[in-house]
């Protein structure tokens, strides 16, 4: 009887200790396991913050270059008033933003550039975004157009006034169809073929295996934008001065209703001369009739904000004598579809006539830069793309900025 007290009473006591054995596993257990959720919970929590601090310094960066293209549109650009913004609340969460912007000029040469410095806080965390903006112009390629571009056989297409950093020469399309680009036999490009994004060179340009094309064939990263044309308002408030007809001088900004030449002038001439820096404004077309000219004096300079279509007819020219493509420059509306050189001849200027279809005959050496909907070089002839066009300031018309670099 007592052996078996006993042996009930060494059960129990076993019993109890191995209890208490699994209890303070299970605490062992249990502690090990909140330890590692808190640890868990606080990587997850500075993860969090961290990546805050991220998103708040990109929108740092993205605000910043909002502001600086938006002034650039609105023509308020002052480069001793650069925008800054210190401890912006980002939306929908506790993080802030501060940026600075200062203005710098390459050692090597005298471009100015801009960098944005961005800064994310969250909690006690912090990111720091650098980046260096360039200005651009809307005459980065020698040729840029929405849809098709057709080189008919002997055409080339040059550079000149490069400097020695500067990039390749570059025709584009946003296009991605099937023969969008049209190079035929005996067309020489010094430069590289862009195309639509995610487009096939081999599908859109079509018989480039009979073009010299010393450059790259490639499809753009993002869509090359055309934006429209505004015309300043002190030339929309001006009263019209009607339609010019025949033979004059024009030595100051003005508004016309249009421009038409054609067999006004019994001896078969008129010319229009710009004597001066001048700005017009034509609500309609420009058309130049047979031995007509619209001739830019020298030291002088003409920009046209088109509405209409323009019409260069055979033996008609616009004569920029200052023999720089900088001092005329053509401005299409959203309502000018046409520009149609049917002369031969050479024209100095940069055509920017995003919703045109753009038309050259017979032979036109052209020494500029043309942006439009379509081109056509029906002819085989020359066009020199001015490289020089691509360094622009703060006051030409479609300029906006880019991120060059960037580093966090």
């Known amino acids: 009887m007592n052996r078996k007290n006993k042996l009930q009473s060494r059960s129990g006591g076993f019993a109890l200790a191995a209890m208490l054995c699994v209890v303070v596993i299970l605490c062992i257990v249990g502690i090990g396991v909140l330890s590692i959720g808190m640890h868990r919970r606080g990587l997850a929590v500075r993860t969090s913050s961290e990546i805050s601090a991220r998103c708040a310094a990109d929108s740092g960066l993205t605000h910043a270059l909002y502001v600086m293209n938006k002034m650039l549109d609105a023509k308020t650009w002052n480069d001793s008033s650069l925008p800054y913004i210190t401890d912006e609340p ?196 420009i058309i130049l009739g047979n031995g007509d000219e619209l001739q830019i004096l020298p030291s002088s300079s003409l920009t046209i904000f088109l509405g209409g279509n323009l019409t260069i007819d055979n033996g008609a020219a616009i004569n920029n004598l200052t023999m720089n493509p900088k001092d005329l420059k053509i401005y299409g509306l959203d309502t000018c579809t046409c520009v149609d050189f049917k002369n031969s001849g050479t024209f100095y200027g940069a055509v920017y006539t995003p919703e045109a279809d753009i038309q050259l005959h017979n032979g036109v050496e052209v020494y500029g830069a043309m942006v439009g909907k379509s081109f056509i070089q029906a002819v085989d002839a020359n066009f020199h793309y001015d490289m020089s066009l691509r360094e622009v300031d703060s006051s030409e018309i479609g300029v906006h900025l880019v991120i060059k670099w960037w580093n966090e």
């Open 90 to 285: 980002l939306l929908n969460c506790d993080s802030t933003f501060s940026y600075t912007v200062t203005k710098i000029t390459a050692a090597d040469s005298n471009d100015d550039y801009y960098t944005i410095e961005s800064i994310g806080k969250s909690g006690r965390f912090r990111k720091e975004v650098n980046s260096i903006l360039e200005m651009k112009g809307i005459f980065e390629y020698a040729i840029f157009v929405q849809d098709n571009i057709t080189l008919k056989n002997g055409t080339s297409i040059t550079a000149y006034n490069m400097d020695a950093d500067d990039p390749p020469l570059q025709i584009g399309t946003n296009s991605t169809e099937a023969s969008a680009i049209t190079a035929k036999i005996g067309v020489t490009i010094d430069g590289d073929i862009v195309i639509g994004v995610g487009g096939d060179t081999d599908m859109v340009i079509d018989n480039k295996a009979e073009a010299a094309v010393t450059g790259e064939c490639y499809p753009s990263l993002i869509k090359n934008e055309t934006p429209a044309v505004t015309v300043p308002q002190y030339l929309l408030d001006m009263a019209s001065s009607g339609t010019i007809t025949e033979s004059t001088t024009i030595s100051s900004s003005a508004k016309y209703d249009s421009i038409n030449l054609l067999g006004t002038d019994p001896n078969g001439i008129n010319i229009i001369k710009i004597d001066g820096d001048v700005e017009i404004y034509v609500v309609g077309d």
